[in-house]
């Protein structure tokens, strides 16, 4: 596994979820069913979407798969409280060419440098080496143990069937 940085508690560094992730981050906590919002996107973009979910794992870091809401979303959950993986999300606001990313099994993972180093705080990396930008929700419950090893087992499905992203340094 490639790793510039950990984003477990090795890093000192931890991740704030943000607008919809963190409504579906807050819905997975209640053990209620995550609701995923899908965006506008194009036909291209759209279908990579539909295929990337169609391959998703059944298991993600040891917790198992579980339905979401709508049942069509551009994403997936695993687990309660839920990883929630969604498809197709813009490019954050606050990222620049010169952003540093985490390279987990040759997929670059961005996090933004102004998040705080708490990890007991959940976690939204977005996957910004691959176009459509997927973005994983990670509640901070596996922020110590499972963060990693969630999207090293994300990358292969993420490679396949996603196109080329933005450049990690």
């Given at each position: 596994m490639h790793l510039r940085r950990r984003l477990g508690p090795s890093s000192g560094r931890g991740v704030v979820a943000s607008g919809a992730a963190l409504a579906a981050l807050?819905?997975?906590g209640?053990?209620?069913?995550?609701?995923?919002?899908?965006?506008?996107?194009?036909?291209?973009?759209?279908?990579?979407?539909?295929?990337?979910?169609?391959?998703?794992?059944?298991?993600?870091?040891?917790?198992?798969?579980?339905?979401v809401e709508p049942a069509d979303a551009l994403g997936a959950a695993w687990g309660d409280p839920a990883y929630v993986l969604t498809c197709g999300v813009p490019e954050p606001d606050d990222y620049e060419p010169t952003a540093e990313c985490n390279v987990i099994d040759g997929v670059g993972w961005y996090v933004p440098d102004d998040q705080l180093s708490d990890l007991?705080?959940?976690a939204t990396p977005i996957a910004l080496s691959l176009r459509p930008y997927?973005?994983?929700?990670?509640?901070?419950?596996?922020?110590?143990?499972?963060?990693?090893?969630?999207?090293?087992?994300?990358?292969?499905?993420?490679?396949?069937?996603?196109?080329?992203?933005?450049?990690c340094l």
């Open positions: 807050a819905l997975a209640c053990s209620s069913t995550p609701t995923i919002d899908s965006g506008d996107l194009s036909g291209s973009d759209l279908a990579a979407c539909e295929s990337l979910v169609a391959d998703l794992p059944d298991t993600l870091a040891g917790q198992e798969r579980r339905e007991s705080v959940d997927v973005e994983v929700s990670v509640p901070a419950d596996y922020r110590t143990e499972g963060i990693d090893r969630a999207l090293a087992e994300l990358a292969p499905a993420l490679e396949e069937h996603l196109g080329k992203g933005l450049s």
